[in-house]
T-cell receptor
Framework: TQLLEQSPQFLSIQEGENLTVYCNSS?????LQWYRQEPGEGPVLLVT?????EVKKLKRLTFQFGDARKDSSLHITAAQPGDTGLYLC???????????FGKGTSLLVTP | GAVVSQHPSRVICKSGTSVKIECRSL??????MFWYRQFPKQSLMLMAT?????????EQGVEKDKFLINHASLTLSTLTVTSAHPEDSSFYIC?????????????FGPGTRLTVL
């Protein structure tokens, strides 16, 4: 099993602050995906990164894939209460079909 | 596009009964569907991979006779929890992968909260 470690596990910040969430592995992934999940709902895909060193932006969210394709980061600028949720990174398993999920980062943004 | 639905969204049942959960891809064909379970404040744990027209592949530690999966069409997969017990109470989430899609991106259903009394 290719393990993905996410940090921090929990993060509580105030509106307007910046934050970075990390997703690390000792394994190489062909692609990494980031999801956001709200309580009682299924995860929603935010982005897929494929190329080592790739940077993708989604409004205030910036995603980066490490050069060696073993790690990724999610940076949120000027966080808002609507950003509150569980952020999950996931990489394709060796089978090429199933996803291995990290344990997630629970983010709380207070007004 | 890429909408996945699950039914029911919540179910409460007595111990010993069986519960069926449906997962449908509404606007695309899904050759592969996945079933996950999630305990409170934890990440998703893959239970099984379901391919249309063939037997599901179960992850280690998941009892295939307890968690019956049927993937009869390209838009429907079902998970039946047989003889449910309180320890089976969990949030069950399905996902579907678009046939020939971009890097096997998965689109998730809204989940089913199962409570076994």
């Amino acid at each position: 099993t290719q393990l993905l470690e996410q940090s921090p596990q929990f993060l509580s910040i105030q509106e307007g602050e910046n934050l970075t969430v990390y997703c690390n592995s000792s394994s190489v992934f062909s692609s990494l995906q980031w999801y956001r999940q709200e309580p009682g709902e299924g995860p929603v895909l935010l982005v897929t990164v494929v190329t080592g060193g790739e940077v993708k932006k989604l409004k205030r969210l910036t995603f980066q894939f490490g050069d060696a394709r073993k790690d990724s980061s999610l940076h949120i600028t000027a966080a808002q209460p609507g950003d509150t949720g569980l952020y999950l990174c996931a990489g394709l398993s060796n089978s090429g079909y199933a996803l291995n999920f990290g344990k997630g980062t629970s983010l709380l943004v207070t007004p | 596009g890429a909408v996945v639905s699950q039914h029911p969204s919540r179910v409460i049942c007595k111990s010993g009964t069986s519960v069926k959960i449906e997962c449908r891809s509404l606007d695309f064909q899904a050759t592969t569907m996945f079933w996950y379970r999630q305990f409170p404040k934890q990440s998703l744990m893959l239970m099984a991979t379901s391919n249309e027209g063939s037997k599901a592949t179960y992850e280690q530690g998941v009892e295939k006779d307890k968690f019956l999966i049927n993937h009869a069409s390209l838009t429907l997969s079902t998970l039946t929890v047989t003889s449910a017990h309180p320890e089976d109470s969990s949030f069950y989430i399905c996902s579907a992968s678009i046939a020939g899609g971009y890097y096997n991106e998965q689109f998730f259903g809204p989940g089913t909260r199962l409570t076994v009394l």
